[in-house]
């Protein structure tokens, strides 16, 4: 497994609003984008530490802790989406500008991935060490031999290029880099607060953990006894809910064998990793029992989504959830006011990297899980960013 960090780019996420009337001849027009793109890559605080491994706080039914709503009332839109997504005029220039190769594959994507892992690095997230390490480390492979699953099918739009990388989740890079990438995402949702990478990702995931801890109590079946963690990437989200709920047995799910791989890898010896089963499966097609799981989570999955795919999720979920039991998504909230003003270099980038965004930020998530069979069925907005849709299966 050889990989090369410095060459081809791997995500951002973001774009722009400018008159492209001959994207051919905007050479300067281009360069007004990447350097825009540059000071708001970097625009972020200085702040320390190098994350290692997820470490979760004590779970909110052992602190008592009331739940707090993250997200303030000036961070959330009257609008319901950005008008750089969706059929808007906006989005349809954006659209443009992001399938012209010679601008997007030869210019945005490889300076997009050197601003991003040195904005990175400047912030304590040690970027090319953490994916370096993991390289060099022989458990990895052994990790991927026993947990892929041969008679796995990719699904169609599972295959097209992912946040950068030509073959998206389906590589080493993409899973050596998904935990410095996910510091990197949790430090840019707090930008204002000079706190720690690790630090950020706590914040972030304990307020998903809290709105998922406050709708299970007030409306599932008791304390969960098998929770199943679909998309679960290198794990950081399984290690959290898991946390939470320390009375569960989780799994997470993944179509990656790498992240699967790298999953394993990073939870040895983490405090209830015994809890944990790492299983290379499509969210859509699970292969668990009906009515056998209780609570199915989403976490920054749907975006990586058609619109088809997300409701067959949905479907799936249905099936494998006990009655009474809770559905939980997080991911960028279209409501939001930062993710709606994302400056144009950013939304533009984000755009070309995550091809289902048009889909994500004009799918109702609340109508199809009521048409899917759930009740019950809020949103929470856990910060800034995010929004965290839960529901309960009806029984
Ligand atoms: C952004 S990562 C989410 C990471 C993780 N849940 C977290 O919160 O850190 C999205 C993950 O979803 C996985 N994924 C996407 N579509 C999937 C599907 N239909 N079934 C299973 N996994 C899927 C991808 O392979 C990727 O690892």
Same mark, same amino acid.
């Given at each position: 497994?050889?990989?090369? &960090?410095?060459?081809?780019?791997?995500?951002? *996420?973001?774009?722009?609003?400018?008159?492209?009337?001959?994207?051919?001849? %905007?050479?300067?027009?281009?360069?007004?984008?990447?350097?825009?793109?540059?000071?708001?890559?970097?625009?972020?605080?200085? @702040?320390?530490?190098? +994350?290692?491994?997820?470490?979760?706080?004590?779970?909110?039914?052992?602190?008592?802790? =009331?739940?707090?709503?993250?997200?303030?009332? %000036?961070?959330?839109?009257?609008?319901?989406?950005?008008?750089? =997504?969706?059929?808007?005029?906006?989005?349809?220039?954006?659209?443009?500008?992001?399938?012209?190769?010679?601008?997007?594959?030869?210019?945005?994507?490889?300076?997009?991935?050197?601003?991003?892992?040195?904005?990175?690095?400047?912030?304590?997230?040690?970027?090319?060490?953490?994916?370096?390490?993991?390289?060099? $480390?022989?458990?990895?492979?052994?990790?991927?031999?026993?947990?892929?699953?041969?008679?796995?099918?990719?699904?169609?739009?599972?295959?097209?290029? &992912?946040?950068?990388?030509?073959?998206?989740?389906?590589?080493?890079?993409?899973?050596?880099?998904?935990?410095?990438?996910?510091?990197?995402?949790?430090?840019?949702?707090?930008?204002?607060?000079?706190? #720690?990478?690790?630090?950020?990702?706590?914040?972030?995931? $304990?307020?998903?953990?809290?709105?998922?801890?406050?709708?299970?109590?007030?409306?599932? =079946?008791?304390?969960?006894?098998?929770?199943?963690?679909?998309?679960?990437?290198?794990?950081?989200?399984?290690?959290?809910?898991?946390?939470?709920?320390?009375?569960?047995?989780?799994?997470?799910? $993944?179509?990656?064998?790498?992240?699967?791989?790298?999953?394993?890898?990073? $939870?040895?010896?983490?405090? *209830?990793?015994?809890? @944990?089963?790492?299983?290379?499966?499509?969210?859509?097609?699970?292969?668990?029992?009906?009515?056998?799981?209780?609570?199915? %989570?989403?976490?920054?999955?749907?975006?990586?989504?058609?619109?088809?795919?997300?409701?067959?999720?949905?479907?799936?979920?249905?099936?494998?959830?006990?009655?009474?039991?809770? &559905?939980?998504?997080?991911?960028?909230?279209?409501?939001?006011?930062?993710?709606?003003?994302?400056?144009?270099?950013?939304? #533009?980038?984000?755009?070309?990297?995550? +091809?289902?965004?048009?889909?994500?930020? #004009?799918?109702?998530?609340?109508?199809?899980?009521?048409?899917?069979?759930?009740?019950?069925?809020?949103?929470?907005?856990?910060?800034?960013?995010?929004?965290?849709?839960?529901?309960?299966?009806?029984?």
């Amino acid at each position: 497994m050889k990989v090369d &960090f410095l060459g081809d780019p791997p995500f951002v *996420g973001g774009c722009c609003c400018f008159a492209y009337r001959s994207l051919h001849h %905007s050479l300067a027009r281009v360069l007004c984008l990447v350097s825009k793109m540059l000071a708001a890559a970097s625009a972020a605080p200085t @702040r320390t530490l190098a +994350p290692s491994a997820t470490r979760p706080r004590a779970p909110a039914a052992k602190r008592g802790a =009331a739940v707090v709503n993250r997200a303030t009332a %000036s961070d959330v839109s009257q609008k319901e989406k950005p008008d750089w =997504a969706g059929d808007d005029l906006l989005s349809k220039v954006v659209d443009a500008a992001i399938n012209n190769k010679v601008l997007y594959e030869g210019l945005m994507k490889p300076m997009a991935r050197r601003t991003l892992i040195n904005t990175a690095e400047k912030n304590g997230v040690a970027w090319r060490d953490i994916a370096a390490r993991l390289e060099k $480390d022989p458990s990895i492979q052994s990790h991927f031999d026993a947990i892929k699953n041969d008679t796995v099918e990719y699904p169609e739009y599972y295959l097209k290029p &992912f946040h950068a990388y030509a073959e998206g989740n389906l590589c080493w890079l993409a899973a050596f880099e998904a935990e410095p990438a996910t510091y990197s995402m949790a430090l840019r949702v707090y930008p204002k607060d000079r706190i #720690t990478a690790e630090a950020a990702q706590s914040r972030l995931r $304990d307020s998903y953990t809290d709105a998922l801890r406050k709708h299970h109590d007030e409306h599932g =079946a008791g304390e969960p006894k098998t929770i199943l963690d679909v998309g679960c990437s290198v794990g950081i989200s399984t290690q959290y809910i898991s946390n939470e709920f320390q009375e569960a047995k989780m799994i997470g799910m $993944d179509l990656s064998p790498y992240m699967l791989a790298v999953a394993k890898h990073r $939870d040895a010896g983490v405090a *209830g990793a015994e809890r @944990r089963e790492w299983v290379h499966g499509l969210g859509e097609n699970t292969g668990l029992p009906d009515s056998s799981v209780d609570i199915v %989570s989403l976490a920054f999955v749907i975006h990586e989504c058609p619109e088809k795919a997300t409701r067959d999720l949905m479907t799936e979920a249905a099936r494998v959830l006990k009655p009474g039991g809770t &559905f939980v998504m997080t991911d960028n909230n279209p409501k939001s006011e930062v993710i709606q003003k994302l400056p144009p270099a950013l939304f #533009t980038l984000m755009k070309s990297t995550e +091809p289902h965004s048009n889909e994500y930020y #004009t799918v109702d998530i609340e109508g199809m899980l009521r048409e899917s069979g759930f009740g019950e069925v809020h949103t929470v907005d856990t910060d800034p960013r995010h929004r965290t849709v839960l529901g309960t299966l009806n029984k």
